[in-house]
């Protein structure tokens, strides 16, 4: 009875300490949504900057959480379509980590599209930051950048929210 014993306590032991794979980060594919722009078009254009967390410091320094962030990108005009040019995530360095827009897409009027960063990607820190280049027509109404951060780890939920802010 003891072997047994020993047996499923050094299995239970060696198992815990097996590192699973790691999937790949998804991906947001807006390959349905590429947009021509021509040079000649009459588009207004404009940068935005949205902070974003991927952890956030709890007790101390040293302890942190990894938190889920949706970035919502959202098309306020009820008319006019929006041009997305960049959304490229940087983290609290300031470091580029990715650029998520390759080819310009287009937003449908009122639409919303997001992005996720998920739990297990922190990358981008504390400090973590979004900068999007947009283009809009020159009386439409400018897009809107939120994020929601939340984490549900153990049985403590926490969840907050940023709003973007026009840098040019």
């Known amino acids: 009875m003891k072997h047994v014993i020993l047996i499923v306590i050094t299995v239970v032991f060696f198992a815990c300490n097996v590192k699973q794979p790691t999937a790949p980060l998804p991906q947001t594919d807006w390959s349905n949504r590429i947009a021509v722009l021509s040079s000649s078009d009459s588009l207004v254009a404009g940068s935005s900057y949205l902070s974003v967390y991927s952890h956030i410091y709890t007790l101390t320094e040293k302890k942190v959480s990894d938190l889920t962030a949706t970035i919502s990108i959202r098309n306020t005009s009820s008319s006019d379509t929006l041009y997305l040019l960049r959304a490229e995530y940087f983290n609290t360095g300031g470091a580029s980590?990715?650029?998520?827009?390759?080819?310009?897409?287009?937003?449908?009027?009122?639409?919303?599209?997001?992005?996720?960063?998920?739990?297990?990607?922190?990358?981008?820190?504390?400090?973590?930051?979004?900068?999007?280049?947009?283009?809009?027509?020159?009386?439409?109404?400018?897009?809107?950048?939120?994020?929601?951060?939340?984490?549900?780890?153990?049985?403590?939920?926490?969840?907050?929210?940023?709003?973007?802010?026009?840098?040019?």
Do not use: C, H
Not at 115 to 141: E, L, M, T
Not at 152 to 165: A, E, V
């Open 97 to 168: 980590v990715r650029n998520y827009i390759t080819k310009p897409i287009f937003i449908a009027p009122m639409e919303t599209t997001e992005i996720v960063i998920v739990q297990k990607d922190n990358a981008g820190g504390s400090g973590a930051n979004f900068v999007f280049d947009w283009k809009i027509k020159p009386a439409a109404p400018e897009p809107l950048f939120e994020a929601v951060m939340i984490s549900t780890s153990g049985g403590q939920g926490l969840s907050f929210s940023t709003q973007g802010k026009r840098i040019k």
